[in-house]
């Protein structure tokens, strides 16, 4: 069996590449980091060292590499002859990788079994994303390639902090995780992924995951920066910033409790186990990482307007999502690129505008008003 997985990352290493390798798969990585895939391709194991109670370390053999810029007939002949095909290489890369899997499936035995693709990003439906851009790539090829693939959504929850490059191709994650796959695209014969479970209906648990563990991983991080903290612990353990990610997610959990009927007690027990995950001490995660991209977070589906959005709609309060909405407006990093790009955006123009383009909300949204409000504040502040 063979899996070839887009993004030799931190979770592409730290959790995608590691489990396959544990179901039995042989791993090829695709990636465009070229020292990343030397590094890989000189090494003949890796080791993820799970960091925290009942953590341990767990090796990786069986794998190499392909730098998809400079070599894309090698990944096509890899895909041609996989079992599985993954990514995580983030939302907005996922065009780039569709050509290659689409060179794939033109290469690919007919008769074959079709290709299990899977991507493995933090937003909902990103392998339907996945899947159309394969079809833009395809063109007029693609109705006699599509039966060559099945396309399953997954959810995935690890924390994989960014690694220090004196670590090599080793990764440092906590020990808690979760995959979760839609079942109905394989029929009989589902991928062989050990702790990954199978489900009817992605939709709640995906929701759950990014409106809980990202919503509060991100307001941890805005709220946490704000305050002037760099570890993502130690934001954790301000006791203002504690307070305003418990509330958060408070009104998160009321949504996802209205929306898909979840036990308010079960969405506490996931909310307790989530804010111990955020404060472990012994994982090196930053408020830089976890504030990463801060357009992309306040775009209209994403972590903070997808939830207040729906909330609203339905009459629920918002108050500490517009408060931690304010503090990601408060972003300022000048390495990332989107946090350049948010100040920029804030400067040049009026609240209304700026609401519009950034969060894709409707001007006649009930969330509307307050969501301009919120950036009117950010601004004169
Ligand atoms: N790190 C986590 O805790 C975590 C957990 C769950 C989900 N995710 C999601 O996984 C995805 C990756 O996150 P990450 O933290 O591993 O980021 P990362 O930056 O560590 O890894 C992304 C990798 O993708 C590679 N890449 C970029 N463009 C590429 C291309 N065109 N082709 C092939 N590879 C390409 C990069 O070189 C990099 O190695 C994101 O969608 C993220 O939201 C991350
Ligand atoms: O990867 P992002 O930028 O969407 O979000 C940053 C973190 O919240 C995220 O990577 C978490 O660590 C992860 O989603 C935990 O499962």
């Given at each position: 069996?063979?899996?070839?997985?887009?993004?030799?990352?931190?979770?592409?290493?730290?959790?995608?590449?590691?489990?396959?390798?544990?179901?039995?798969?042989?791993?090829?990585?695709?990636?465009?980091?070229?020292?990343?895939?030397?590094?890989?391709?000189?090494?003949?194991?890796?080791?993820?060292?799970e960091a925290g109670p009942g953590g341990r370390d767990r090796v990786v053999t069986g794998f190499r590499a392909i730098d998809s810029s400079a070599d894309p007939d090698a990944v096509a002949a890899e895909v041609a002859t996989a079992d599985v095909v993954t990514t995580a290489v983030g939302p907005a890369v996922l065009r780039f990788i569709a050509p290659h899997i689409?060179?794939?499936?033109?290469?690919?035995?007919?008769?074959?079994?079709?290709?299990?693709?899977?991507?493995?990003?933090?937003?909902?439906?990103?392998?339907?994303?996945?899947r159309e851009h394969m079809q833009v790539s395809a063109g007029t090829g693609w109705d006699a390639l599509v039966a060559r693939a099945v396309f399953a959504n997954t959810a995935v929850d690890r924390i994989v902090p960014g690694q220090p490059e004196a670590g090599g191709i080793d990764v440092t994650v906590e020990p808690f995780f979760e995959w979760a796959i839609e079942r109905h695209p394989f029929g009989a014969h589902p991928p062989r992924i050990p702790g990954a479970h199978f489900v009817d209906d992605l939709a709640p648990y995906i929701e759950r995951k990014l409106f809980t563990v990202n919503t509060g991983h991100a307001t941890a991080a805005y709220l946490g920066a704000r305050a002037g903290h760099e570890r993502l612990s130690d934001a954790l353990a301000d006791e203002a910033v504690a307070a305003g990610v418990a509330a958060a997610l408070e009104e998160t959990s009321a949504l996802l409790a209205a929306k898909h009927g979840f036990a308010p007690e079960d969405l506490a027990g996931y909310r307790a186990t989530i804010l111990g995950r955020f404060r472990n001490p012994v994982l090196p995660d930053t408020v830089r990482r976890v504030g990463r991209q801060p357009l992309r977070k306040l775009s209209r589906h994403e972590r903070f307007v997808g939830p207040a959005a729906e909330a609203a709609e339905r009459g629920l309060p918002v108050d500490a999502l517009l408060a931690a909405i304010g503090a990601a407006l408060a972003f300022d990093d000048p390495e990332d690129e989107q946090s350049a790009e948010l100040r920029r955006l804030l400067a040049e123009l009026d609240a209304a505008t700026f609401t519009a383009r950034v969060t894709g909300l409707e001007p006649s949204h009930p969330l509307f008003p307050r969501l301009t409000h919120t950036v009117e504040s950010a601004q004169s502040g």
């Open positions: 069996m063979k899996a070839v997985h887009f993004g030799a990352g931190n979770i592409g290493r730290g959790f995608v590449g590691l489990l396959l390798h544990e179901g039995g798969y042989e791993l090829v990585f695709s990636d465009v980091a070229t020292a990343l895939v030397d590094a890989i391709n000189a090494a003949d194991e890796y080791t993820v060292h689409v060179a794939g499936l033109a290469l690919r035995d007919p008769d074959a079994a079709p290709l299990q693709v899977m991507a493995c990003e933090n937003a909902i439906g990103a392998t339907d994303t996945l």
